[in-house]
DNA sequence: CTGGATCCATGATGATACTG
DNA sequence: CAGTATCATCATGGATCCAG
């Protein structure tokens, strides 16, 4: 009302202007996707499946207008890059935040026809093992899915990284090998895990995946403490 | 066909399971006007200025469908008192982010008709406090501002707590009187501060007082490192 | 092909007034 | 005190189309 923006809260309270940021639907998605780097206007379509056209226009131009994102328009060049400004990375410890509470109130099984993205999922593993310091020593994991390339999974010292990788496969203790939703499946069901599960392949030495089951016990949250019995 | 629910991202990630929950507008600062205590209908209004009661409505509803919120309407009572549920205070992490966000990125002076209330000017200046690691001691800051209430500030060995205060006014270290606004262009102000402002009245020794100062040079954030010179 | 824009439908939100 | 009712507006979704 007292405002000239409509979409303002018209608060002195820094919670709602970052709302007035970040606030809009779609828009922490947006950000989320170009966390791990620069992405054109239909990398981003890709991942954020259902998002029209016109809605992530809208979204990009904002964000641009607010400093959270920058658009790399080289003449000359058929492809519009965006990226975050150091305001927009700056946004990830919020991001670890919010995917973290969700992994801990909203944790429902993937539904057969909802598109997984490993990177999605293989971040909130990530977060998941760097909050419960889950230390496995110094291990590297290769995670391939085809189509949608492939990740490297490091964990040294309570520390873990998550990488995708666009060149050759690089050598890791052990090698994940799954389509998109038989990885969602494996990582989404509660511990103990079968290691010799049908629609995945798991390779490297005992050792190696004895640690890496035993590393993943912590997912998903409150998995390992106790299951509440229900769909 | 995919989601039943139009409002559904339909995403296999749990930030967007997350933001299906707490990314519609004023749902957040619903959660933060609730984390400091069970409110009433009309309290919320209150605070949230702008919003409107079939907006409020809907969002207490969601949020109780989704399990963050409870509402308890005591039979033969006319007030119903909202509060949040275990999830719902488990947002405070990520809540304690996107503020900080927007401390760090967002900071505006507070606007002339701007309202402000004192407990979100503190709830930031407590979370720099803490964030930063400012110890200043065993300290009591007592903060009065009429029409809303008092607070109580105590910080003990880099650990800070802010308390809203309903009794007698308590011992304190220091005591701060100021209108809503005065405190708010007070702290919003960029080291160094004048203690001797007009609109604002500070009692203590003046040791406490030196201590007081020294302590609240962090804030706003980057105001104690260097400051913009333009023009 | 990428990177959008346009048209239309609908649901969410805002403004204002009123009620059990 | 705690909402509901009504109307207006705006953001978003769905589908299609277009320019470089």
Redesign the interface.
């Known amino acids: ?2 405002g000239s923006d409509p979409r303002s ?11 007035e ?3 809009d ?1 779609w828009a ?2 947006v950000v ?1 996707d170009l966390m791990s780097g620069p992405k054109r206007f239909t990398d981003l379509m890709d991942r ?3 998002i029209t056209p016109k809605t992530l226009t809208r979204r990009l131009r904002d964000l641009e207008a607010d ?1 959270l994102v920058e658009a790399d328009r080289e003449a000359g060049r058929r492809e519009v890059w965006y990226q975050l400004t150091p ?1 927009g990375e ?2 990830q ?16 099984p ?2 057969p ?5 490993p990177e ?2 293989l971040r ?1 593993l990530q977060l998941q093992l760097q909050r419960e310091g889950v230390d496995a020593g110094s291990v590297r994991w290769a995670v391939h899915v085809p189509g949608t390339g492939n990740y490297t999974f490091t964990g040294d010292g309570g520390r873990w990284e998550l990488r995708s990788e666009d060149g050759p496969e690089t050598t890791a203790d052990i090698s994940i090998r799954a389509t998109r939703s038989a990885l ?1 499946r494996f990582l989404t069901a509660p511990p103990p895990r079968d290691p010799h599960t049908e629609d995945i392949e798991i390779t490297g030495t005992a050792s190696a995946i004895r640690t890496f089951f035993k590393a993943i016990d912590v997912f998903p949250p409150g998995s390992h403490i106790q299951r509440p019995l229900d769909a």
């Open positions: 009302m007292t809260y018209g608060h002195f309270c820094m919670l709602a202007k970052a709302l940021r970040v606030g639907r922490l998605l989320r954020m499946a259902g400093g305001a700056d946004l410890p919020a991001l670890e935040e919010l995917l973290l509470w969700g992994l801990r109130n909203v944790a429902e993937p539904r026809d909802e598109p997984v993205h999605h999922v909130a969602a």
